[in-house]
C-alpha cells in the first residue's frame, strides 16, 4: 500500500505561483509519479507525469513552460512548480503513483491517489 498526500494549493492571482507537494509512505518509493487535476463538471485530466527515477517527465500542452514537477526520493516527495498561473488552472489537483511502465497521460494507469488540493486561481 501507498499512501499519498497532497500539499500546498490555494488561492492565488492570476500570474502568480504555487506549489503543489505531495508526501508518499508505505511502499517503496520506486513509482513513476503524475499530477492531474479535476475542475468542477470536468473529467479528471492529466497534468504532468515523471519516472521513477526523474530522468523523464511529461506535460500537457496548456501547461508547458509554467509548470514543471520533479522528486526528492529522498524525501519520498513529488512537486509540482505551477507559475503564471491562469483562472483555468482552477482545480483540484491530485497525484497519483503509477508501478507499471507505460500509461503516464491516463488515470486508469496508477494505482494509488491522493485526496487533492485545491487551487483556486482569481482574475
Known amino acids: 500500500q501507498v499512501q499519498l498526500v497532497e500539499s500546498g494549493g490555494g488561492l492565488v492571482q492570476a500570474g502568480g505561483s504555487l506549489r503543489l507537494s505531495c508526501a508518499a509512505s508505505?511502499?517503496?518509493?520506486?513509482?513513476?509519479m503524475g499530477w492531474f487535476r479535476q475542475a468542477p463538471g470536468k473529467e479528471r485530466e492529466f497534468v504532468a507525469a515523471?519516472?521513477?527515477?526523474?530522468?523523464?517527465?511529461y506535460y500537457v500542452d496548456s501547461v508547458k513552460g509554467r509548470f514543471t514537477i520533479s522528486r526528492d526520493n529522498a524525501k519520498n516527495t513529488v512537486y509540482l512548480q505551477m507559475n503564471s498561473l491562469k483562472p483555468e488552472d482552477t482545480a483540484v489537483y491530485y497525484c497519483?503513483?503509477?508501478?507499471?511502465?507505460?500509461?503516464?497521460?491516463?488515470?486508469?494507469?496508477?494505482?494509488?491517489w491522493g485526496p487533492g488540493t485545491q487551487v483556486t486561481v482569481s482574475s
Open positions: 508505505g511502499r517503496t518509493f520506486s513509482s513513476n
Open positions: 497519483a503513483a503509477r508501478y507499471g511502465s507505460s500509461g503516464y497521460a491516463h488515470s486508469t494507469s496508477y494505482d494509488y
Open positions: 515523471i519516472s521513477w527515477s526523474g530522468g523523464r517527465t
